[in-house]
């Protein structure tokens, strides 16, 4: 067998290999033999088919499928043996001139694409800097939170008339084009959070109603197409969400208001222990603590994701598009035109992260432990349970559910794919500057 390389360019290549019958002849007839010993034919005993009897048969399959199983096997070892690194996978380049016939006496060329991952150099250093975002409660955030958690531990009264951020409770009955019932369509009694609504107009209308009022309105327009919402309003799927386009009947069961909680000790004691806070300004200002305390995990996000950008854009790498483009086609049969034209920058950028992360965990010497997928699985693991069930699960459970979770390949990919991420992000975090920049919550938003 013969194996060679020809460059296109610095990002394509062509490897060209041939192979005579002495470099197949033997894994074929190995092959033919082991499926002698396998077959079951009429007129034979169990293990007793001559080879002679597959070959006449199989014979050409066989060939196919073990001078393929070749190809794979050599070109992968040439790759390797030759540290060539590639981008995507190996395709084939089809020669419509040569024909084979497949006779155990043919000698096979084929020529393979290769894309090339692009060389640079990293040179991430202090002279990176990159905002650092701590992130304050604004007055607006911290009045809402306030007034969730009020309302968490307030109490339901049902007032004549609904205001915006009340509850109808209601029957929501389907109708026809001509504003008639819609005989046999959707009708269901469920709750309508008036703050929820998005158009203002159709808000508007649903204030100021009692029980037993009766009101048309678009659900759609309502929601802005929000499939989700809709289909908990209406108690249909979200598939039947979206193609809906009816208006509906709204007739006014009930007004549902959740008044907020007085700021009294008995609620102080409520949320954070007794005698923990005594007075309004120290529940402030534990709320805002905790607010801010759970805006670093956003700020961190956020600084992870620049850092990302930041990397794409420093090294500005070529790749070999029209391969990369060529093989996602190949490789996804679905994938149309107009979806791998809107697609592929991103699939691109990705890419050229992807080849940052690997040169800095290679060239630092970063190890990925099998031990730091197993914490970080289990600890997400951990953390779904809890969602569901305050009561902790015994370690050695938690533990035996994190081997089942990782035996799954997707699932081991996921989090491995996540650990690297993390440890570079950290190994980038320790060299560039962090230009530490004080931000209100509700700019920091604007950011995103």
Known sequence: MNITQEKIDSLNSLVN?????????????????????????????????????????????ILVEEVNSLLSDSINKYIADNKIEILGQPLPKVDESKEFNW??????????ELGLAPEFNLDFSDKDSIPYYQIKIDSETLESRIKNIR?????????????EEDVLFAELVQLSPDGSVFEGGISSTGSVRLDLIKDAEIKKSLVGLKKGDVVEFDIQKAFENDAFQVSKVLNISEEDAKDLASKFQLTVKNVNRLEESDLDQEFFDKLFGPGTVTTEEGFREKITAELESMMVQNAEQKLQNDIVKYGVAKYEMQLPDEFLKRWLKATNQNLTEEDLQKGYEDFANNLRWTLVENKIIKENSIELKYEDVFQTAKSRLDAQFKMYSPQPLPEEQLAEYTVQFLQNKENANKIFEEVKAQKVFDYLKSVVTLDRQ???????????
């Open 151 to 163: 309302r968490s531990y307030g109490k339901m009264t049902n007032p004549e008339v609904s205001s």
């Open 438 to 448: 004080e931000i209100e919550y509700n700019k920091f938003l604007e950011l995103n």
């Open 103 to 112: 006779d155990y006496t043919d000698e096979f060329e084929f020529k393979y």
């Open 17 to 61: 290999v041939s192979i005579k019958p002495e470099d197949y002849l033997e894994r074929v007839e190995k092959a033919i033999k082991t499926q002698a010993k396998k077959a079951k034919l009429p007129g034979f005993r169990a293990g007793m088919v001559p080879p002679s009897h597959i070959k006449k048969m199989y014979g050409k399959s």
